[in-house]
Structure formats: structure tokens, C-alpha cells
């Protein structure tokens, strides 16, 4: 039972912060890049942020970079995504992704998003 369970989602002021928090289970998750998404209303999904390992290789969506910090613990399982200096274009809903294309057979899993609103 594989699945990826986002929280730390709500309405925050523009300017203002928020972590979401990603829980994993039912995989081998060191295996996997872990990458957040986001949707918002009426646009396609798009990658906001994605981290590979604890010691670095990260990459950010040029929207966010400098304002937003992903991490993970694979000892937990889990990956958070920091967010600061929140705009009211940031509001989505954001997505936990883990994928790996080998050893095959691909692998992809979503969670179910958690809605973050920036508005005054």
C-alpha cells in the first residue's frame, strides 16, 4: 500500500510562511527523487521543486528559487517543502510526487494535494 500524505496546507497573508510536510510509506523511499508540484486553479501542473538526496542536488522552479527550500529525512520518510515570502500567485494546490525510472519497471505515486491560499 503504497502512499504519500501531505499536510501544512492553509490560508496565509502575502509575505507570510508555511512548511508542508510529505509522509511516505509502502516503498523503498531512498530510492526515490522526491519532488513537490503544484496546481493552480485553471493552469497545468507544475514542478515547483525537486531533491534527490539529504547532501544537495536540488532544483527549484525559477518562480520560487531563493524563497523556497526542500528537504527530506529518509529516516523518516518524509520531505517538507519551506516556504517563505508567499505571493498570492503561489496559491495551489501542492503535490507530494516519488518516481524513479530504473531499475525497471518506472515507478511514479502522487499524494492527494494540500491546498495552500495567499491572500489578504
Known amino acids: 500500500q503504497v502512499q504519500l500524505v501531505e499536510s501544512g496546507g492553509g490560508l496565509v497573508q502575502p509575505g507570510g510562511s508555511l512548511r508542508l510536510s510529505c509522509a511516505a510509506s509502502?516503498?523503498?523511499?531512498?530510492?526515490?527523487?522526491m519532488s513537490w508540484y503544484r496546481q493552480a486553479p485553471g493552469k497545468e501542473r507544475e514542478l515547483v521543486a525537486t531533491?534527490?538526496?539529504?547532501?544537495?542536488?536540488?532544483n527549484y522552479a525559477d518562480s520560487v528559487k531563493g524563497r523556497f527550500t526542500i528537504s527530506r529525512d529518509n529516516a523518516k520518510k518524509t520531505v517538507n517543502l519551506q516556504m517563505n515570502g508567499l505571493q498570492p500567485e503561489d496559491t495551489a494546490v501542492y503535490y507530494c510526487?516519488?518516481?524513479?525510472?530504473?531499475?525497471?519497471?518506472?515507478?511514479?505515486?502522487w499524494g492527494k494535494g494540500t491546498l495552500v491560499t495567499v491572500s489578504s
Open positions: 510526487n516519488a518516481r524513479r525510472y530504473f531499475p525497471p519497471p518506472p515507478s511514479n505515486y
Open positions: 509502502g516503498f523503498t523511499f531512498s530510492s526515490y527523487a
Open positions: 531533491v534527490i538526496s539529504t547532501a544537495g542536488n536540488t
